[in-house]
C-alpha cells in the first residue's frame, strides 16, 4: 500500500471518519483499549508501521512513522524547515516539546490548514499524525 496523505481525508487507504471495522479483516492490527488522555481505542497495524485511533467504531486520526507521502515527498525523515519551505505552510501556535527521556525531547508542530501534527527529533520529521478537520465536525 502506498502511504499517500490527503489533508482531513486518507493516509493510504484508511480514511479519516470511517468505520475501523472496515479495515479489520484486511490487515491485523494489535487492539489497544482506550486511554485516559483522549479516551481513543489504538490499533496499530506493525507491517506498515502506523497506528490508527478510534473513538466509537470511527476513525479520529492516523500516525505514521515510516512512511506519509504529501505530494510525491515522504515527509517522514524530512528536516522541518525544508518541509515548510517546500510547501509554504506555517505551524499553528507555538511549537510543544516532549520529553522522551532524558536523552530525547521532541518538537511537535501543528498544522491545522492540513490537519497535521509533526513530531520532531533533533528537526527531523519521526512521526506525523494526521486528524479529522475538527472544525468541520463542530458544524
Same mark, same amino acid.
Given at each position: 500500500m502506498i502511504m499517500y496523505f @490527503?489533508? #482531513?481525508d486518507c493516509i493510504g487507504d484508511f480514511v479519516l471518519k470511517s468505520k475501523i471495522s472496515n479495515y479489520t479483516k484486511d490487515f491485523q492490527f494489535n487492539y489497544v483499549p482506550a486511554d485516559d488522555t483522549t479516551e481513543w481505542e489504538t490499533y496499530e497495524e506493525q507491517h506498515l508501521n502506523l497506528s490508527i485511533y478510534v473513538e466509537n467504531e470511527i @476513525? $479520529?486520526?492516523i500516525s505514521c512513522n515510516e512512511e506519509c507521502l504529501y505530494k510525491g515527498r515522504n515527509i517522514i525523515g524530512m528536516n522541518i524547515d525544508e518541509f515548510m519551505s517546500f510547501y509554504? +505552510? *506555517?505551524p499553528v501556535g507555538k511549537v510543544d516539546k516532549? /520529553?522522551?527521556n532524558d536523552d530525547e525531547t $521532541? %518538537? @511537535? /508542530? *501543528? #498544522? %491545522?490548514d492540513i490537519g497535521l501534527q509533526a513530531w520532531c527529533s533533533k528537526g @527531523? +520529521?519521526?512521526t506525523a499524525i494526521v486528524s479529522i478537520d475538527e472544525e468541520s465536525q463542530k458544524k
Open positions: @490527503i489533508p #482531513f @476513525i $479520529q486520526s509554504n +505552510i *506555517e516532549l /520529553y522522551i $521532541q %518538537d @511537535i /508542530y *501543528e #498544522f %491545522d @527531523i +520529521i519521526v
